[in-house]
């Protein structure tokens, strides 16, 4: 199995940037997508970014777009999302997903970390 953990969040001003990272443990396979989504109370999970561990373009949420970068290190087994220009709507608790194929959908991805808290002040 692989295991997921993510780090970097934390409490950030408006406008602010933050990187967080999800490091794979335990059976890794070089081909696992990556994807990250968040989650606010009250509110569903929404796609934010996901990145194929072989290559390809990586692609984003509406929401997210022109602002959040997500990258990988494959040597390292881990992924990054970078984000900057950050406005209160980006408060959520995010995670890492990983799995066969680069998708958009929640339900596409086989492993999930536990979550990192990322608070936007105004």
């Known amino acids: 199995q692989v295991q997921l953990a993510e780090s970097g969040g934390g409490l950030v001003q408006a406008g602010g940037s933050l990187r967080l990272s999800c490091a794979a443990s335990g059976r890794t396979f070089s081909n696992y997508a990556m994807g990250w989504f968040r989650q606010a109370p009250g509110k569903e999970r929404e796609f934010v970014a996901a990145?194929?561990?072989?290559?390809?373009?990586?692609y984003y949420g509406d929401s997210v777009k022109g602002r959040f970068t997500i990258s990988r290190d494959n040597a390292k087994n881990t992924v990054y999302l970078r984000m900057n220009s950050l406005t209160p709507e980006d408060t959520a608790v995010y995670y890492c997903?990983?799995?066969?194929?680069?998708?958009?959908?929640?339900?596409?991805?086989?492993?999930w970390g536990q979550g990192t808290q990322v608070t936007v002040s105004s």
């Open positions: 990145i194929s561990w072989g290559g390809g373009t990586p």
């Open positions: 997903g990983g799995g066969i194929y680069v998708s958009s959908s929640s339900a596409q991805y086989k492993y």
